[in-house]
């Protein structure tokens, strides 16, 4: 391919949105079937999602309200349709407004279930997309086997406390499962359903400290752990550990769905790590969470990310040994370029040219790595989609001292490169 950029090419950070500057935390989408075990689960119709605020809008649909007229522009550039075919089984409504880009996933099927679920997220959509506290929202979807798949549908608030809804649908016969489907589906009888949802919780919270496998010692919090001490000293955190473990928060009412791997995964509020509050989590029995799903995992079968920049995300799927990348364009989806490898991560890169450096997202695919040495393809999409650059990178530990550093060696497409470069892009050490 025609390479437009200098060689030289160094990270200064990584950031956890492709739209702009706004974090340093650093992003790890990793697109690759676990090898996981689990079940399934899915919210009904009209489950009741955990509630942000007074202030904040329910995305539970409400049978009595519905909006007309969806405010705000279809996705520009102009020729893009309101609706672009995803994949067999969903097509995707995209809206832009001041406050943000919505992605509304819809099931292509007409049945009767088909249509109320597609009703009941355009209604969804149409709410939302009026809301000034609302920033957008994105899905996920989950192919869980021949004719089931779930839906993540994740809506963001200027609060940063997303909220959630769920749908999983069996193709072949037509049908929304419940919640009951989902168990009966899952083997997993509702007398269990507690004991799962509590256990991913704890697996969940524990993942968020290094304190490991001591935040909870045989499901009970540990007084001396860090949650523990903050538990016994705050009466706020006292009451936010409780209502997360209240059966008012689990029970059969809460929202559920299925992960790729066919896990029982729900929908509720968990304690913060400030204690102050509970915030909506999804997440899955094994504790893996999705809340930043967009920002940090690609989950399931296909996914959407705005890799050059351009305000529209491309679709992204997945295959036994390689990721597609798909662009958006009149009703239907273009390929625009496949990577030979199942783990791919979304970060940004400053590019030096004649005119100085200049920061752009590129798409990093591991290609093999151990504790001394790691292979990276170094992908780059310009705005209007005209060049498409690859570059591959191989960094070897030559000091041995586990970290990237100085007297280490970088190739960069068979040449040798320098530390300055380099430093941060590999996420090595």
Excluded at 190 to 215: C, F
Excluded at 270 to 282: H, K
Excluded at 399 to 422: A, M, P, Q, T, V
Aim: hydrophobic content about 35%; charged content about 25%; aromatic content about 10%.
């Amino acid at each position: 391919m025609k390479k437009t950029f200098v060689a030289s090419l160094a990270l200064i950070t990584l950031l956890s949105s492709l739209t702009g500057c706004k974090t340093t935390v650093k992003p790890h989408i990793t697109i690759a079937p676990s090898e996981s075990e689990a079940i399934p689960a899915d919210t009904e119709p009209d489950a009741a999602l955990p509630s942000e605020s007074a202030e904040n809008t329910d995305i539970s649909p409400d049978a009595t309200d519905s909006t007309e007229a969806i405010p705000g522009e279809t996705a520009a550039p102009a020729e893009l349709p309101t609706g672009f075919v995803a994949n067999n089984n969903v097509w995707v409504d995209i809206y832009f407004t001041d406050n943000g880009s919505f992605y509304v996933p819809k099931l292509r099927d007409d049945s009767e279930d088909a249509s109320a679920v597609n009703t009941e997220l355009s209604d969804l959509l149409s709410r939302i997309i009026q809301d000034e506290e609302c920033t957008g929202s994105d899905f996920v979807y989950f192919e869980n086997g021949d004719n089931i798949f779930s839906l993540l549908i994740i809506v963001h608030y200027s609060s940063g406390n997303d909220h959630y809804k769920c749908v999983t649908y069996n193709k072949e016969e037509g049908i929304r499962y419940t919640n009951e489907d989902i168990l009966a589906y899952a083997g997993v009888e509702e007398d269990s359903l507690y004991a799962i949802a509590a256990g991913g919780i704890r697996q969940l919270i524990s993942s968020r400290t290094s304190e490991d496998g001591s935040v909870f010692i045989n499901g009970e919090l540990n007084p001396d752990s860090s949650l523990g001490q903050l538990v016994n000293s705050s009466e706020e955190a006292q009451n936010s550990f409780r209502e997360t473990f209240s059966d008012s928060s689990i029970n059969m009412d809460m929202s559920m769905f299925l992960n790729e791997d066919n896990e029982l995964c729900f929908c509720s509020g968990v304690i913060s790590e400030t204690g102050e509050s509970t915030v909506n989590e999804a997440y899955s029995s094994s504790g893996k969470t999705y809340k930043e799903a967009l920002d940090d995992v690609v989950c399931g079968s296909a996914h959407m990310l705005d890799i050059n920049m351009d305000g529209i995300k491309e679709y992204v799927d997945i295959y036994d040994s390689s990721v597609v990348i798909y662009r958006i364009s009149a009703d239907a989806k273009e390929e625009l370029l496949t990577v030979e490898s199942t783990s791919l991560s979304v970060t940004r890169a400053y590019f030096f040219d004649e005119d100085g450096f200049e920061s752009k997202p590129v798409l990093r695919a591991d290609l093999g790595s151990n504790e001394s040495s790691a292979s990276y393809e170094i992908i780059v999409v310009s705005y209007d989609y005209s060049e498409i650059n690859t570059y591959e990178l191989s960094w070897t530990d030559s000091n041995e001292d586990g970290l990237i550093s100085e007297e280490d060696s970088f190739i960069l497409n068979g040449d040798l490169s320098s530390y300055s470069e380099w430093y941060d892009l590999t996420g090595i050490g």
